[in-house]
């Protein structure tokens, strides 16, 4: 009845565009088939078309698609399943496979380029269980060499079409990745390959002796065989420079690491992202714990989450599979953790202070954070300085301070803009002196700060700046040639910061002896001191260099009548010889005069170096401190102190406070 009502060559109009837009869905649609029966990507009109008879054994017959895909602005091609596949399906959906995972190891390896002041390709990742290959691809698209392993050959061929293709030959993808189209296992052996007829990529490996062995669910089917090789026989890491390995072998995971146990435990590689699903490590005959038990004991730390954090399971938490599901697990080394909490550490130090600026916080108003960096000439050669100076601030005071050109976390931290090294506890220290000195009406200049392990003397430049007398200690020869060149600085002599550094050359512990020293190669100036019989003794750790022998004294033989010095705090940063520290020390640290005491207190390195955690902090509780509350107000009770549960490999400093500081703080 209503369409009567219109005139007639509206009608006629209405039926035409009818018919036209049938045309052109009929045009579309004949397009689209073409596409994907061509397996050409609608975006790559440059690449010839991929039939399926130039296509090797697809599993079941599925046919692949080829897409061009862009990785940050980097383009690149990737072939993948059309049908029955995760990976396949997700990148074909979404756009992406795992995106916050490959994220992150995109960032790893243009932030260590940038510092390092290297081009990409000359940086390496390792991807075992490549699987089509996007993480291969991705990184390789945006400049980075890739050593990737793919045991399942359906997998192996679609990812070798993809290097094949003209515009990934062009673009110089192809050459930066190096496939080996084999599996990885702790014995050369040769295995099946099955996976899920819903996930044919997630391939498999069963090392039986023939297939009516291989055991495996029903909706799940045997692809074929594939050779398994260990990874240390096959991967030479001389001269390249791998930051990151992935890891997703559907529970050969502990299989691998047995066979690449010099790459993986050996190499000091930063990261190290692992597919950790418990049920399918056991499946494979295979022990979760073990693994874990190795990667810690080789220095490396579990993130809590599996990336974008700086929170770690402790070496307890790490063994206790109660921690773990079937997650990504992301390991770093000891140097990668340390980095990661200094730069979070710095992130928040930094937003704290943009806060308290915000809120109006008027006794940060005159702080300054000026760097300004620059090399010197050297006076002993009359040349200029491999390393370079920089200028900083403590509020409004200016210092000097030479630091390492590289390889030194501490000086990386130094050499950066605000906030720079640890400088919560620089902050700290100064209010804490600021207050002391106008509290007890005495001036700042009769004020006294020691200073153990000084490293390069930040902790003591910075004091010294604001009027604080420092008495320092540290063993270390190339640390000492740094610190004593800052002393000879122009600027720290005119503004009389030289002068009030009383400088000692030596370590401290229990006895005068003479021991051995040894450091990371990658955190140089972090010295840690071994007193034992021979060089054999020492076990120096992977990746850490023998450095020299150093002589240590008592504290209290130094220093025997610290009660006229008004020491207001100290610091002991030793890796793991606090312990001793203290025991040569008791009178100076315990005596009663010191208020604040801060504490570097990891208890196995505690343990390495021959004392007893337990007895370390029974010390300071007959003496009447106490450890001040990490996260919240107050301070740990006593059987929290002794429970060494309550600590961890967790990095950071314990603040002991004297009896007087704690009626202070708790009557406030």
């Known amino acids: 009845m209503v369409l009567s009502r219109l005139p007639r060559y509206n009608f006629r109009r209405l039926e035409f565009y009818f018919m036209l837009g049938g045309v052109i869905s009929g045009l579309l649609n004949i397009i689209l088939i073409f596409h994907v029966t061509s397996h050409s990507s609608f975006f790559n009109t440059n690449e010839p078309p991929l039939m ?17 895909k862009t990785f940050r602005n980097h383009d690149f091609y990737i072939e993948v399943y059309k049908t029955n596949d995760i990976v396949s399906g997700a990148i074909q959906t979404t756009g992406s496979w795992e995106a916050s995972q490959v994220d992150s190891i995109a960032d790893l390896y243009e932030e260590y380029a940038k510092e390092h002041s290297l081009e990409l390709k000359d940086l390496t990742f390792v991807d075992i269980g490549s699987n089509v290959g996007w993480y291969s691809l991705s990184l390789a698209a945006l400049g980075v060499q890739v050593i990737a392993f793919e045991a399942m050959q359906d997998n192996a061929n679609i990812m070798k079409h993809a290097l094949a293709l003209k515009s990934n030959v ?31 990529g997630d391939g498999h490996v069963s090392c039986v002796a023939k297939e009516s062995d291989v055991k495996m669910d029903d909706n799940y089917k045997v692809r074929g065989k594939t050779r398994i090789e260990k990874l240390d026989d096959v991967l030479d890491l001389t001269g390249k420079t791998v930051l990151a390995i992935k890891m997703d072998a559907e529970g050969s995971e502990v299989n691998i690491l047995e066979g690449g146990t ?23 005959g295979s022990d979760p714990v073990s693994f874990m038990t190795k990667m810690r004991d080789a220095g490396y730390s579990a993130l809590k989450y599996a990336y974008g954090s700086a929170d770690y399971f402790n070496p307890e938490e790490m063994t206790d599979m109660n921690n773990f599901g079937s997650n990504m697990l992301t390991l770093h080394s000891f140097t990668k ?9 710095a992130e928040d130090a930094l937003y704290e202070k943009e806060n308290a600026d915000w809120m109006g916080n008027e006794t940060d108003h005159y702080y300054r954070h000026d760097t300004e960096v620059y090399y010197e000439e050297d006076e002993a050669t009359n040349s200029t300085s491999k390393n370079p100076t920089v200028k900083k601030y403590n509020k409004d005071k200016q210092f000097a301070i030479e630091v390492y050109a590289g390889h030194d976390i501490v000086s990386s931290a130094i050499k950066s803009s605000y906030p720079s090294w640890e400088t919560d506890t620089v902050d700290a220290l100064t209010k804490m002196y600021e207050e002391y000195s106008q509290k007890h009406d005495i001036p700042i200049t009769e ?9 390069i003397g930040w902790l003591s430049l910075n004091l010294a700046a604001i009027g604080v007398n420092v008495i320092a200690f540290e063993p270390m020869k190339e640390n000492i040639a740094l610190f004593k060149r800052s002393l000879n600085k122009k600027l720290n002599k005119e503004n009389r910061i030289s002068d009030r550094i009383t400088f000692y050359e030596h370590g401290l512990g229990v006895k005068n002896e003479t021991c051995y020293l040894y450091s990371d190669n990658e955190n140089v100036g972090d010295g840690h001191v071994k007193c034992v019989a021979s060089e054999e003794e020492v076990h120096v750790p992977a990746n850490y260099t023998l450095r020299e022998t150093v002589p240590l004294k008592r504290l209290d033989d130094v220093i025997p009548n610290p009660e006229s010095m008004h020491i207001v705090a100290v610091k002991m940063d030793t890796e793991g010889s606090e312990g001793n520290v203290l025991e040569g020390g008791s009178k100076l640290i315990l005596g009663g005069s ?44 006593k059987n929290d102190m002794l429970n060494m549960t309550t600590f961890g490999l967790e990095f950071g400093d314990l603040q002991f406070h004297s009896p007087g500081l704690i009626n202070e703080f708790i009557g406030q």
Not at 52 to 68: G, N
Not at 267 to 282: A, G, Q, R, T, Y
């Open 337 to 345: 953790k340390n980095e990661t909490i200094t730069k979070q550490k």
């Open 262 to 284: 010099n790459t993986f435990l050996k190499s000091n590689i930063p990261v190290i992202m692992s597919e950790f699903n418990l049920e399918s490590i056991k499946e494979k």
């Open 447 to 455: 004020l006294t700060f020691v200073d153990i392990g000084s490293n």
């Open 52 to 68: 399926a008879k130039d296509l090797p054994s697809v599993v079941d017959d599925s046919p692949t698609v080829i897409l061009k």
């Open 594 to 637: 010191v208020d604040w005491i801060l504490s570097e207190f990891v208890p196995d390195w505690l343990k390495e170096k021959g004392a007893d955690p337990v007895a370390f902090m029974q010390k300071f509780i007959d003496a009447g401190y106490r450890v001040k509350k990490k996260d919240g107000w107050g301070y740990m009770k």
């Open 170 to 200: 062009n673009s110089g993808l192809s050459d930066r990745v190096t496939l080996f189209d084999f599996g990885l296992g702790k014995e050369k052996q040769e295995c099946f390959v099955y996976s899920d007829m819903g996930n044919v």
